[in-house]
């Protein structure tokens, strides 16, 4: 399966049993929403084929609403629920008839009852109310413009339906974005109690360890996709087992390969070498040694035949623990890294007294629209303020949330390298230490990475340079989970100062430090 001149994914298999619960992870641009769509039945293969069988209705949450804005709430609700409507019809015209019907139209008529009942028909609607106030949309009018609803609320509106409708299979794009902790706990329920399938692309990790029965990740590398049984915690079982195959495979090549070169290198320099004639029977010595000689050389060609294999098929060094590396502190980052007074930006800011010290650590979190990336830009010295001061003392890495591409052309390794005091051996060295790219991606031009890529090669960059701060916004954003689990532990590790912004769940309920909500442009205590 291709997109433009790119290939998500190359002869891929896989089958998801009725009832299973699905999640489906990868960084962005790998293509989970493709598979979604291939599943839904929406997009074709370029070769292979790709079914979903649901006797009782397939149902897919996309990321964007399909309705325009100016239907109403309630044009999204009979819209959704049009096929129980439509077999609701056709169960009333047929209850018409019943007093002059045979037995053919009785049987008929059962059979419709029957799947009306199991699809929750007579409890549609009280579904709709009951996944509305869930999702915190009571308050939302039937008669309500969709182009009238933010982006959070039409997206959670089209979750509400799709839930409503409870079709047998359920297909969901991130269904856990715009929600608050209360939304997200009846999600979950509503899910893990659904009798059909779902299957849902998600990056929330406690969502998938709640809900998940098995994960599919969708690899952007090698463009297939890996399933792993016993949901989220298999996941990561299985992953933290096959780094652990991979070192144990790498160090048996290492040892493996310095036995052979050491014994090809000596031991034939060692045959028979100064033994002493006995019994003056040279005749003797000559076809012992000879033998000798054969034997040895004989093992001697084997083990170099051996170390040629070795050599032409050797086990990658597997990549160091990603680690961010902190400047030798001085006086002068001692103390306040960074403080604001008095910041305005627009309506989008307002900032009275915040100081970063050396050492401190702080999450800040919010809805969207809260200003949450405007104040980290301010921090990192990239927006100006209408008013206020700034004071910035030692090096500050940013990570901003949406990664810009400034030169589409440059490849990979020059755009990771510039600035850095190394040759450009030593840069390549460095950058593949990380295990975030492989050799046939470091010539690859910026403009042509998918986000994940792109969001990969700004950790890198940040990874390289010492610092003294470190700001991070959304940093798990398009990343694979795998990495995401490997960024967590390095910030654990970061002795430097720390401000991070993030919806992460998981991530917030294990930081150590000070957690700040900013709401509406103001930070609360």
Known sequence: MSRGDRLLLDDVSLTVRPGERIGIVGENGAGKTTLLRLLAGLEQPDSGSAFTAADHGTGLLAQTPRLPPESTVQDTIDDALAELRALERKLRETEADLGTADEAALAAYGELLTEFELRGGYEADARVDKAMHGLGLAHTGPARKLGSLSGGEQARLGLACLIA???????????????????????????????????????????????????????????????????????????????????????????????????????????????????????????????????VSGRVRNARKRLERLRAEPVPRPPDPLR????????????????????????????????????????????????????????????????????????????????????????????????????????????????????????????????????????????????????????????????????????????????????DRLLRRRFTGDIRRLEAGRLLE
């Not at 690899?219 to 996941?235: I, P």
């Not at 070192?247 to 028979?272: D, I």
């Not at 002068?332 to 010290?357: C, N, P, Q």
């Not at 990664?403 to 510039?418: K, M, Q």
């Open 324 to 503: 961010f590396a902190a400047l030798p502190r001085s006086g002068e980052t001692g103390g306040e890294l960074v403080s604001l007074t008095g910041i305005r930006v627009g309506d989008r800011l307002s900032v009275d007294r915040l100081t970063v010290a050396a050492a401190d650590r702080l999450l800040i979190h919010g809805g969207n629209g809260a200003g949450k990336s405007t104040l980290l830009r301010v921090m990192a010295g990239v927006l100006e303020p209408d008013a206020g001061r700034v004071v910035r003392r030692g090096a500050i890495g940013y990570l901003a949330q949406e990664v810009p591409v400034h030169r589409p052309a440059e490849c990979v390794l020059t755009a990771f390298g510039r600035g850095l005091p190394l040759t450009e051996d030593e840069q390549e060295e460095l950058l593949l230490s990380y295990g975030l790219f492989r050799s046939r991606d470091l010539r690859v031009p910026v403009g042509s990475l998918s986000a994940g890529q792109r969001r990969r090669l700004a950790l890198a960059r940040l990874l390289a340079r010492p610092a003294d701060l470190l700001l991070l916004d959304e940093p798990a954003n398009h990343l694979a989970l795998g990495l995401v689990q490997e960024l967590e532990e390095a910030l654990a590790h970061w002795q430097g100062a720390l401000v991070v912004i993030s919806h």
């Open 165 to 295: 409708a409870s079709p047998e299979v359920m297909l969901l794009d991130e269904p856990t974005n715009h929600l608050d902790e209360a939304a997200l706990d009846w999600l979950e329920s509503a899910l893990t109690s659904h009798p059909g399938t779902v299957i849902a692309v998600s990056h929330d990790r406690i969502f998938l360890e709640h809900v998940a029965t098995a994960v599919l990740e969708v690899d952007a590398d090698r463009r297939t996709v890996v399933r792993y049984g016993g949901g989220y915690a298999g996941f990561r079982a299985e992953r933290s087992a096959a780094r652990q195959r991979w070192e144990q495979s790498y160090a048996q090549w290492c040892e493996e390969t310095a036995q052979l070169e050491e014994y090809t290198a000596t031991t034939a320099h060692g045959v028979a070498a100064g033994r002493a004639i006995k019994d003056n029977n040279k005749m003797a010595y000559d076809r012992a040694a000879g033998r000798v000689q054969a034997s």
